[in-house]
Structures are given as C-alpha cells and as structure tokens.
C-alpha cells in the first residue's frame, strides 16, 4: 500500500476527552473517528486492524465446528415479548419503531433472534448439537459511554449460541469455546486470564470472562495467591470467620451524632469487625409480565464489608437498586438514618443477611433510636437470624481467603473483558417455548450455552497492553501493516529505487507491507510509523548508494544495517517463515 493513496488521517495531539492509552491513541493515530458520543466511524488503519482480529475469530471457531451465520440488528419486539425481556430492560435498549408503527430494538444481543432463526427445522435430538456464530455490530444505549471502543454504544461482537440435548452436550462445547478462545487472545498476542464472572440478568449458572490485565480496565478481578483461580469481583466470594468470646452484657450507649460505622467503632473502642452494619436500598422488580413495582430491601452485613450491588441485584431478582434516602429509611424502614439495628417494625423490607455477621459475638449495631448504639449484641438473646435470609452478597476484601484452594487469599488486579462465555440451560428455550424431540420421543427445551468476544475492544485492549508514549506496538498478528518501508529523501534516486525494490519484494510475498511515498520530513514520517506501530520498518537513507539500509524495531530492540537481500530475506523469513 502507498501511503500517499491510502488514508491515515494522524494528529499530533491526544484528545482533550481522551480517559486512556488505546482511545488516545486510537484517535490520534486515524484509526477511529467519534461521530457521536459511544458511536465511532472505523478508519482504514483501525479496519485493518479488526479484520485481523475476526480472521483470528473465525478461524477458531470454525475449528470448533461452529457455524456462521448473520442475524439483523433490526430485531421486532415480538421477539423480545415473547422471551419477556423487553420489559425487563430500560432505556439501554435502544428501542424504535418503522414507518407502519411497528415496534422494534437495536440487537443488543441475540439469543432471541438465534432461536427464533433454528425454531423451524431444529426439531429432533438427531441435528443436536449445534453452534452458531456471528461477527455483528450491537447497540447498548449505555448511560456513560467512555474509553473509546472499551465501552461504545455500537460495537461489533463476535457472539456464539449453542444447541444441546443434555447437560453432557453443553459441558463439552463450552469447554471447546473455552479453548477457542484461549487460542483467539493468544493468537492476538494478548496475556489474559480466565475469571469465574455473574451470569446477570441472562440466566444460567455458570459464566466465566476472559480478562485482559491492564491498570485501566474497568473490571475489578480477585485472584488467588497461591492457586489459580480467580473471580470477577461481582462473583468472588470467600468465608468469613468471626472469633468467638464469651457474650457480655448487652447495653444501650450514647453515641451523639456518631454514624458512620468506623467512627462508631472507634469512639466504642471495637474493631469495625465486631459491628453490625445495616443498609436500605429502594428497588424495581418485575412483579408480572410488564408490571414492575419498587420495593425496599435492609442488607445487614460486617462493618468492614462493602454491598456488592451485582449480588443484591440478583439475589433481590431487581432490574436495578439504589440507596434508599433519608426519607424513606423513616418512613418506610421505621427507623433512624446513621442508627439502623435489628429491624421489628418495618414489615413490607425484605430483609437480607449477608453471611460475614454469622457467628459475630458482642456485636455493636445501631439502636433504632437517634444518637444510640446497642453494644455486645449477641445472637439467641438479643436477635434471631432466620436462615432463609442469608446470603452472601458482600464485596470480597484483598487478603480474605480463596474459597478455592482455602490456602491462598486473594490479591486484587483491574482487567478489560474481551470476552464471556455462558452455560445458558433453559432460560430462551422455555420462555421461548423452542423444544426438540429426544431420543424417547419426549419434547424437551434446548439447553443452550452462549459465548461473547468484544472485536473492536480486543483490538483496544491489544494496545492497552502493548504501547508507549509514541503509539501502539501491535503484536504481527494483528498489525495494521506488518513493516512500513521509508525512504528518508524521495528526491534521492538511489533511495527511491531500493525502497521500490524491497517493497515489490516483500508485497510480492504476502507481507502486508505500506511504503512512505510521501514528500514528508523524516521526523513527520518516524512519528507516523510509530503512531502506525508497524513492528517492523526500513529506513532508506544516505547508505542506498552502498546497497545498505536500514532495519528497525517498533519495540525498541537494536536496529541494524543490511544489504538489501539480506533485509528481504530476514522479513520474509520472520513474517511468512
Ligand atoms: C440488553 C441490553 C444489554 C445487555 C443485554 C440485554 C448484556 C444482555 C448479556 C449478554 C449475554 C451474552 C450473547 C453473547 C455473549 C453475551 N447486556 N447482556 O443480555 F437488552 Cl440493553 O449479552 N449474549
């Protein structure tokens, strides 16, 4: 490719509103262009890019069997009654109707639209299993769009859905994604590490995300420091052991205006992990089809652990949650703000326990009552725990123990998610009513897995990983150009007729390879080739006469000087070897 046809609109500076590395320099180096907020234009250096990532895709997913297919973004909201989601989600589903009236959503995702394309002909045990996939843009009306590609509005997906007759089946095909996709990060050139995530709102039971480690990710992981594994912070969970003393006295002591939990437990002299801390939420809950009612939830959990809301939400079954106020914890909670204790009178709260206060002795909570605490509160004698409300839905601590290997405890890392994958079980085909007949002859709902890749965000995440201060340092892999060739003085005879010969060459085998024809200070286009990240370049220059030029690094490895066979030679050898 000649630069001077092609392309590549680069900038000197970051955006003012870029947050990270991969959107500044994916905008400063022309590989994207923001049309709107979370809506981006894909440029030719940053297409290049993704159609080396869905290369990798396909690829291996094809190896697994998976077949590919193309569903419409344009998805009618039958679809989406009938699975009963399209009431379950706000306004990130984008939602609009055509000139009849008739109501329709921009694709988010397809598990609707995936068994409503098989409901037809996907009929007997005998065509099962099967795995379908596409590569296919998505739109998330999302709140807070930020980080460039990381969290877009429109973005292309690589998502999967398979078809499965039993348990068995689903295990062995999910096992096949998970090394498809092992493989695609590895092709990609990307370090990732595989964590046990939430299903959410999509059902299922199990899920695991394929997480890019990068200190600007926004997904938080725990992982262990002794065994492998490790846990989206929305999942992990750990045991929590609370020491036993013999139970003092329980008294009522005066704590004039002191509310937060550490400062009552230091002006009480306790350690926070002999308090009680008890939260309000007001939340939204489908209570029948289309109807959704706000309820209100009390969550009673150790002073020194956080509400993980992702648990709550699903523990509570809420299509969202947010702190109940001041107001309503008197009105409706019948209580005090800054003083909540054991709840008796608030009837309509749904009570929840999280396990860490389980075995508290001589705990300090709040008396219900403005300016008091209660102290050495003792379960039996001064409260009662009813079992079915305890759950754990507290945010794991750096340093708790691993429930995997009970040896280890967890360290805390940021990660980008590039992909999930999912056991699905029956969630689509029974709201959806897709059956099969099985092998006796009975009608049976699918069991169904599903399996995400973010493409453009796996492009990103690369550069996340691998850049500096200049621009990206693309793994081969998924390089927008394998080498650039660069003529230092395009008025040099002698400089233009090797770089015309190397570049023919090296096109000749394959390489995808870009010549700077342009009429540029060198500066202007070292600057370029850096913002290109091209992982190999060829600088022409004053020793042409000599036959000799000039091979260098993108990663900063030594840059020699060849004869121009013995150039052609090694990149041909190193690309296409
Ligand atoms: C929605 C909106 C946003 C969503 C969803 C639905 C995430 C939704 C979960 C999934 C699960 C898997 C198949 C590919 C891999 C991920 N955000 N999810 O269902 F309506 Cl607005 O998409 N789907």
């Known amino acids: 490719m000649k630069y001077s046809k092609y392309y590549i609109p680069t900038f000197r500076e970051n955006p003012a509103d870029a947050e990270i590395p991969s959107q500044a320099i994916a905008l400063r180096g022309g590989y994207i262009k923001k049309i709107a907020t979370g809506v981006y234009d894909y440029l030719p250096l940053g297409l290049r890019v993704i159609r080396k990532v869905e290369r990798i895709i396909r690829e291996e997913m094809n190896k697994k069997d998976a077949v590919e297919v193309l569903m419409p973004s344009m998805v009618p909201a039958e679809l989406w009654q009938k699975s009963g989601r399209w009431f379950k989600y706000g306004k990130e589903l984008l939602r609009i109707k055509d000139r009849a009236g008739r109501d329709f959503c921009y694709g988010p995702t397809h598990e609707e639209v995936i068994v409503d394309l098989v409901s037809d002909d996907l009929k007997s045990y005998k065509q099962l299993p099967i795995n379908f996939y596409q590569i296919q843009n998505k739109f998330r009306d999302e709140i807070r769009p930020r980080f460039g590609l990381m969290r877009a509005r429109e973005f292309s997906m690589k998502d999967a859905y398979s078809f499965h007759a039993d348990e068995q089946s689903l295990d062995l095909t999910y096992k096949g994604m998970y090394e498809a996709y092992s493989n695609i990060f590895g092709r990609c050139g990307l370090n ?294 660069l003529p230092v003085n395009g008025n040099k005879e002698e400089q233009v007729k090797l770089a015309d010969d190397i570049y023919s060459e090296l096109l000749a085998k394959g390489i995808d390879v870009l010549y700077d024809d342009r009429d540029e200070r060198l500066g202007v286009k070292l600057n370029d080739a850096d913002l290109i990240g091209a992982p190999y370049r060829v600088i022409i220059g004053k020793r042409a006469i000599e036959g000799i030029v000039e091979l260098s690094f993108r990663n900063g490895d030594e840059k020699v000087e060849l004869t121009v066979e013995k150039v052609k030679q090694f990149l041909v050898e190193k690309i296409k070897g």
């Not at 199990?206 to 990710?217: K, L, W």
């Open 192 to 485: 990732h590490r595989v964590v046990s995530a939430d299903s959410g709102a999509i059902g299922g039971n199990s899920s695991q995300e394929f997480m890019i480690v990068a200190e600007t990710g926004e997904d938080e992981i725990l992982y262990c420091s002794s065994c492998d594994h490790a846990a989206n912070i929305e999942k992990a969970s750990t045991k929590v052991t609370n020491k036993s003393d013999d139970s003092l006295e329980v008294e009522k002591v005066h704590t004039p205006d002191i509310k937060a939990i550490e400062d009552v437990a230091s002006f009480l002299n306790v350690g926070v992990e002999k308090t009680i801390k008890v939260v309000a939420y007001k939340y939204d809950k489908e209570v029948a089809p289309e109807k959704v009612q706000t309820k209100y939830a009390m969550v009673y959990i150790r002073g020194d652990y956080e509400v993980n809301d992702v648990k709550l939400i699903n523990r509570l079954d809420a299509l969202g949650i947010e702190p109940a106020s001041e107001e309503e914890i008197i009105s409706v909670f019948k209580t005090v703000p800054g003083f909540m204790g054991f709840s008796s009178k608030a009837s309509d709260v749904q009570i929840i326990i999280d396990d860490s206060i389980i075995g508290i002795t001589n705990a300090v909570i709040g008396a219900n009552e403005k300016d008091y605490h209660i102290k050495n509160a003792n379960v039996g004698r001064d409260y009662v725990i009813d079992d079915s409300l305890v759950a754990d839905v507290k945010t794991v601590n750096v340093g708790d123990v691993c429930l995997s290997c009970f040896k280890g405890t967890y360290k805390k890392e940021r990660g980008i998610e590039v992909g999930h994958i999912f056991k699905l079980g029956t969630k689509y085909s029974q709201s959806m009513n897709a059956t099969f007949l099985d092998q006796q002859g009975k009608v049976q709902p699918f069991i169904m897995g599903c399996y995400g890749i973010g493409v453009g965000r796996t492009a990103m995440a690369a550069i996340e990983q691998y850049h500096d201060d200049n621009g990206p340092l693309w793994p081969i892999s998924i390089a927008p150009f394998e080498v650039i060739v």
